[in-house]
């Protein structure tokens, strides 16, 4: 079945450094990919998406590409703010036997220092 | 956009009872899902409505768990016979359309602590 695979956290790192948080997933079909996030004491909210390979999707200096002939969806940041401390939940959407169903991956929490 | 809305926040019952517990999605989604999160990991799918037909349901999910989504707007959850093993947090989301390339909204979420 799908799945998703995130590196495990907690990420430690100081402020303006490079963030990579890694995602590999197994899918049957072609899925839609997303990176969600969860901001302390908030609900989970969108933070980018991206839906067939090769697209990159981006919001608030992050990125993430599509890459199908690795199943990768890496979330990259090239100067993190303390602000951007989180959890971060890579997932995809896929069509199951009757809709579609969404698989989220553990989430890696990171933490900026000033 | 009012955002999509649980309750309650937080239940607190005995084990064996039964729970119910609501969700409002945003007023133009057809689509409704229902995770359960447990702490340090992701949420995990449970079921999904596009207006009022469920669609999708996990295989984990035991014959105690049954969702409802009427007339295609507000969705129930409810959990009988509840166990220990119930204690987590469900989440509610909702999206447009009818692919599956649309993001979720996400609801706080519904606090079950089994006693």
């Known amino acids: 079945g799908n799945s998703v695979t995130q590196m495990e956290g907690p990420v430690t790192l100081s402020e303006e450094a490079f963030l990579t948080i890694n995602c590999t997933y197994t899918?049957?079909?072609?899925?839609?990919l997303f990176w969600y996030v969860q901001y302390p004491g908030e609900g989970l909210q969108l933070l980018l998406k991206?839906?067939?390979?090769?697209d990159k999707g981006s919001n608030k200096g992050f990125e993430a590409t599509y890459r199908k002939e690795t199943t990768s969806f890496h979330l990259e940041k090239g100067s993190v703010q303390v602000s951007d401390s989180a959890v971060y939940f890579c997932a995809l959407s896929d069509r199951g036997t009757g809709g579609f169903k969404t698989i989220f991956g553990a989430g890696t929490r990171l933490f900026v220092k000033a | 956009d009012t955002g999509v809305s649980q309750d309650p926040r937080h239940k607190i019952t005995k084990r064996g009872q039964n729970v119910t517990f609501r969700c409002d999605p945003i007023s133009e989604h057809n689509r409704l899902y229902w995770y359960r999160q447990t702490l340090g990991q992701g949420p995990e799918f449970l079921t999904y409505?596009?207006?009022?037909?469920?669609?999708?349901k996990s295989r984990l999910l035991s014959d105690r768990f049954s969702a409802e989504r009427p007339k295609g707007s507000f969705s129930t959850l409810e959990i009988q016979r509840t166990e220990q093993g119930d204690s987590a947090m469900y989440l509610c989301?909702?999206?447009?359309?009818?692919?599956?390339?649309?993001?979720?909204?996400f609801g706080d979420g519904t606090r079950l602590s089994i006693l």
């Open positions: 991206a839906t067939k390979a090769d």
């Open positions: 989301a909702s999206s447009a359309g009818d692919r599956g390339n649309q993001p979720q909204h």
């Open positions: 409505f596009q207006n009022e037909a469920q669609l999708e």
């Open positions: 899918a049957t079909g072609y899925p839609s």
